[in-house]
């Protein structure tokens, strides 16, 4: 009987070894914008497969924005080389769910009962949501605000120490840079790529894009009007230049420019490329509204694809590991975003000593009351109506055109775009 039982327990330790508990499954990820994300999804994904080593994470190309990534996957979308998981643009996840791409979280969250304790609260929850659906994890979350050159601020006669707090400051502060001269500019407002900066003014005087019922354009209302009429003044009384994205971010992290006005996802970036030029700073960005205005939440969110029930399990494990405080952790410092977990932001384990000890992140926290969602355009024509704004947007900064002429005709372009009631 002795030899018997050795004999059971040195072939259960040889099945062990020889057969894993689990087979090993491949999830396939893809996500957006990897200058900002390449160095971040890496480590990540090297951490959870560290944790998880039946799982292993390979990620597709790349998409260069979040439009070209939404688009990437809605021609994907039910054929073999779509992905496990994706990232998507939070005003993004309303068209995906509209033609039922993303696997609806509600029934995994409803049998995971720690989601709270993993730094989940309803807050942050709600802002992966599509009309109450739960559309995926916010991952990385992000604001507007300002970045600038304390040098040449000091240089112009303003105090560094006490950057503008209204945009009357801005234009005020901004063109006595310009006067400086040798070939240093005011402002980069950074409003290509999509609607975001818009929205940025926009709802930082306290206005909306749609009416309630979404069937009547509201932006080209007076807040509309106001946030036109501010990029105006920026262009002719400030000497804001026509910059493209690219040409505006190599003008300022080379010393040239002011104040740059963008993402809270960009700050390491800059502050990798900045170096010792000069000195940086930031700070809030003025509203046109002190009291009523908010801000839009940018960045993405985690979406499960696969519908593999298999698969399922593994990519929810991924996707809580990528929104949940290691992932938040990553993200923070490595990017500029502000926090989507609010263990990752309380717990001295992951941030909670991180802002104290980098003064150049506090801007973004400091504005994280004021943040409403990103807003989703409805139906299918979401990036043509945001290209519009955009489109506008540049023929007043480039003065083809007044503020009223551009704002009324991106009205009356979206309502055209928009789904017929």
């Known amino acids: 009987m002795k030899h018997f039982k050795q004999f059971l327990a040195t072939a259960a330790i040889t099945l062990s070894v020889t057969f894993p508990a689990h087979a090993e499954t491949t999830l396939t990820v893809h996500y957006p914008m990897p200058g900002f994300f390449k160095d971040v999804m ?4 090297t951490k959870f497969m560290e944790e998880n080593p039946d799982i292993k994470i390979q990620f597709a ?7 070209e ?3 990437t996957i809605m021609r994907q979308a039910g054929t073999d080389e779509m992905p496990d998981i994706t990232f998507i643009g939070l005003n993004r996840l309303r068209m995906a769910d509209e033609r039922s791409i993303p696997v609806d979280m509600g029934p995994l969250i409803a049998k995971d009962a720690s989601m709270a304790e993993q730094g989940f609260s ?6 992966a949501q599509v009309n109450g659906k739960q559309v995926g994890l916010a991952f990385a979350t992000s604001n507007p605000i300002m970045y600038y050159n304390a040098d040449l601020v000091k240089a112009a006669g303003g105090n560094p120490d006490q950057p503008p707090k209204t945009w009357d400051e801005v234009i005020e502060l901004g063109a006595r840079i310009k006067a400086l001269g040798n070939g240093v500019d005011s402002v980069d407002f950074r409003w290509q790529g999509d609607d975001w900066m818009f929205s940025a003014l926009l709802f930082g005087a306290g206005g909306t894009m749609l009416s309630e019922d979404e069937s009547e354009v509201t932006f080209n209302g007076p807040e509309g009007q106001k946030a036109f009429q501010l990029i105006d003044r920026l262009v002719k009384e400030a000497g804001m230049p026509v910059f493209t994205k690219q040409a505006g971010e190599q003008a300022f992290v080379a010393g040239k420019v002011g104040f740059a006005f963008q993402t809270t996802g960009a700050l390491r970036n800059t502050i990798k ?3 010792d030029k000069f000195d940086l700073r930031t700070a809030e960005i003025p509203l046109l509204d002190p009291e009523n205005g908010k801000l839009p939440t940018g960045g993405n969110a985690v979406v499960i694809l696969t519908h593999d029930e298999a698969k399922q399990d593994a990519a929810w494990k991924f996707a809580k590991f990528a929104a949940g405080p290691y992932g938040a952790s990553v993200v923070v410092p490595g990017t500029g975003y502000v926090p989507n977990n609010e263990l990752a932001a309380k717990s001295p384990e992951y941030l ?3 802002y104290k000890e980098n003064p150049l992140f506090q801007a973004g926290l400091k504005q994280m009351p004021r943040m409403i969602p990103w807003y989703a355009f409805p139906g299918s024509n979401g990036v043509r109506v945001t290209q519009t704004i955009v489109d506008n947007t540049s023929r007043v900064v480039d003065q083809s055109a007044t503020p009223d002429e551009a704002l009324n005709d991106a009205a009356d372009e979206v309502k ?3 789904p017929r009631s």
């Open 42 to 45: 890496d480590t990540i994904s």
């Open 61 to 67: 190309n790349p998409s260069a924005t979040y439009e």
């Open 69 to 71: 990534g939404i688009q």
């Open 122 to 127: 309803d807050t942050i929850l709600k802002l």
């Open 273 to 275: 490329n900045v170096g």
């Open 352 to 354: 909670g000593d991180f």
């Open 416 to 418: 055209r775009l928009l």
